[in-house]
């Protein structure tokens, strides 16, 4: 066991233990409302918010997944960039107005909008679902990043004694959410943050330097490598779905439920515009870790004897910390490994929160308890977040590892789906929740059926269209068919004049 | 303290504004090329990777254009 590194890594976890208990504190509100536990007040400033959104997006998962994909697959794995690069300038054009609707009617969660906005608890109901559906095996995703760690700093990883740092690390977190809601993971963000700039600004200075720069690195990997094949034959391939996986994933991203809550969680809707013109400062930073897979493929450290065990059980998934071991002294091999440990508890907070507020408000309190006061609300929104992380943390202890990952992918395919009811219901009420949940209901089925052909392995779809072979994302394609649907339902809805146009918003609540 | 806060609607400028960045890391047949090189870094690899900053000074632009002094979070 590595002793110095863990002495650093255990100090800096408990600090944050401490400070995310201490955060219930932090501008206190009366915690017993949801918008309180659940968005924090809705009071944090363009700065907190920058810290917030940036933990909850760039996520432990990212670190260790996106140089191993760079490192196995090489090009492909860079489709993390252009999805960063797309994701702001459309948050920037959308979501504000969200946000004031949202503000105005007290609505916590997106489906909170749709269920005023269409005057549809059905359609809502599908989108919080969704939404849950989708939440669960990300967080449990989040842990992977954990135990990756754990297993570098030398800990044994299996049996019970294995599993309990992950254990005791989930449990912490479980409880600190508890107690402080929203707040632990924004004031978290904030250490986890300079922990992830300070390792990935040193090792993007230092590895290259110490391997003769990055003309040296990128020389020695082969050319097939550095580039996506191109178009050939009719047949689009690798250029057409790393342009939709970009996108797609985008545009999933946006209504991610973490994503909304963080969204939600902000001071106002200017803050938001300002936070987005710095976000892309996360971007440069994904960049950077993408390129440590070219930095871990160079440099040979897999063929290492000290390191190749680590590999043989890890695969690529160790690209990261095993430049971390390979080329940086032990102390600073627990500040890296710690900001990934962190890196993995403010996303699983928020996302456990997010997963909550969407049960409590578009689940419990629709259908189950519509006359419970706004503290039995807030506290079944806390119970549930506890149930959700003890799930994913079965699921991480007692399922292979691979379901989460292929469940993750799905994920992203079923969020998409709930795109077209919120994004039209921002702009206009011309669509019927009747013809939204068909779209809905039709994305998701050919979605799940064209992910099951590839045996929940890939997100890739090879559409045929006049002589040409198209594969791009399938949660792009799904979303098209959902809108076509949408929208042909809808004109038959209209035209047999059974469309339900009651509205708790009006025309004002929309503005920019 | 959120009504004092009315921005202007995004107008088609904008909008194009905001579309620039996107569309340049979303035509992959254009950049998916070694040369030129940038120290070392392959043509694909620093292409996208100076689009991040660049997309936040779109953003910026924008942001000055909608959004009128002192009008609030």
Redesign the interface.
């Known amino acids: 066991m590595n002793v110095v590194a863990s002495t650093v890594f255990i100090g800096l976890f408990v600090f944050i233990a401490i400070l995310g208990f201490a955060s219930a504190h932090w501008r206190k509100g009366d915690m017993s409302h949801l918008h309180e536990w659940g968005l924090g007040g809705r009071r944090f400033g363009a700065w907190i918010s920058w810290f917030l959104i940036g933990g909850d997006l760039y996520t432990a998962y990212t670190f260790i997944a996106v140089p191993a994909l760079v490192f196995g697959a090489g090009a492909l794995g860079f489709f993390a960039l252009p999805y960063t690069v797309v994701v702001y300038p459309m948050v920037f054009a959308i979501l504000p107005r969200l946000w004031v609707v949202a503000r105005k009617h007290n609505y916590v969660t997106a489906s909170d909008f749709v269920a005023g906005r269409f005057n549809s608890p059905g359609l809502a109901l599908a989108i919080a679902v969704t939404g849950i559906v989708a939440t669960m095996p990300y967080i449990a995703l989040q842990l992977v990043g954990i135990q990756v760690v754990i297993g570098g700093l030398g800990f044994p990883t299996h049996g019970f004694i294995g599993e309990l740092p992950l254990i005791i690390a989930f449990t912490v977190l479980a409880v600190f959410t508890y107690t402080s809601g929203l707040r632990a993971p924004a004031s978290i963000a904030v250490v986890k943050d300079l922990l992830v700039y300070i390792t990935i600004i040193a090792m993007i200075v230092i590895i290259p330097i110490k391997m003769g720069g990055f003309g040296h690195i990128f020389a020695a990997i082969p050319k097939d490598h550095l580039l996506l094949p191109p178009i050939k034959d009719g047949n689009t391939g690798m250029i057409s779905f790393y342009t939709t996986l970009a996108f797609g994933s985008a545009l999933a991203l946006m209504f991610y439920p973490h994503a909304t809550t963080a969204v939600l969680a902000a001071k106002g809707p200017n803050t938001l515009r300002r936070n987005w013109v710095f976000l892309p400062a996360y971007s440069f930073l994904l960049g950077l870790i993408a390129m440590l897979g070219y930095v871990a493929y160079a440099s040979g450290i897999d063929k290492l004897p000290e390191l190749a065990p680590y590999f043989a059980e890890y695969k690529a998934q160790f690209a990261m910390p095993g430049l971390l071991l390979h080329f940086f002294p032990s102390w600073f091999v627990g500040v890296g490994f710690a900001a990934v440990a962190i890196g993995a508890l403010v996303p699983a907070a928020i996302m456990s929160i997010a997963a909550a507020n969407l049960f409590t408000r578009n689940i419990y309190k629709a259908y189950i308890r519509p006359d419970c006061t706004v503290q039995q609300e807030t506290s079944m929104a806390k119970m549930f977040s506890l149930l959700v992380k003890f799930g994913a943390l079965m699921f991480i202890l007692f399922l292979p590892l691979t379901y989460a990952i292929q469940l993750q992918l799905l994920g992203g395919i079923l969020i998409l789906q709930t795109l077209p009811a919120i994004v039209s219901g921002i702009y206009t009420r011309w669509f019927d929740a009747k013809a939204l949940l068909l779209g809905w209901a039709t994305g998701l089925g050919w979605g799940i059926w064209a992910a099951s052909l590839t045996g929940f392995q890939k997100s890739g779809y090879a559409l045929h269209l006049g002589g040409w072979v198209i594969p791009a994302y399938i949660g792009l394609y799904a979303v098209i068919l959902n809108l076509v649907v949408a929208v042909i339902a809808n004109l038959v809805i209209r035209k047999l004049g059974v469309a339900n146009d009651n509205d708790a918003t009006e025309l004002a609540d929309y503005v920019g | ?2 009504s004092t ?3 202007r ?2 107008g088609w400028l904008q ?1 194009v504004l ?2 620039i ?2 569309i ?3 035509i ?2 254009w950049f ?3 040369e030129p ?1 940038l ?4 043509f ?2 620093w292409w ?2 100076v ?3 660049l ?2 000074v ?3 632009i ?2 000055k254009m ?2 009128a002094k002192g ?3």
Request: proline share 11%; charged share 5%.
């Open positions: 303290m959120h806060s009315t921005p609607k995004l909008i905001l579309a960045p996107c340049a890391v979303l992959v047949p998916n090329r070694l090189s120290f070392g870094i392959p694909f690899y996208q990777l689009w991040v900053p997309s936040g779109f953003i910026g924008v942001y909608v959004v009008s609030g979070d």
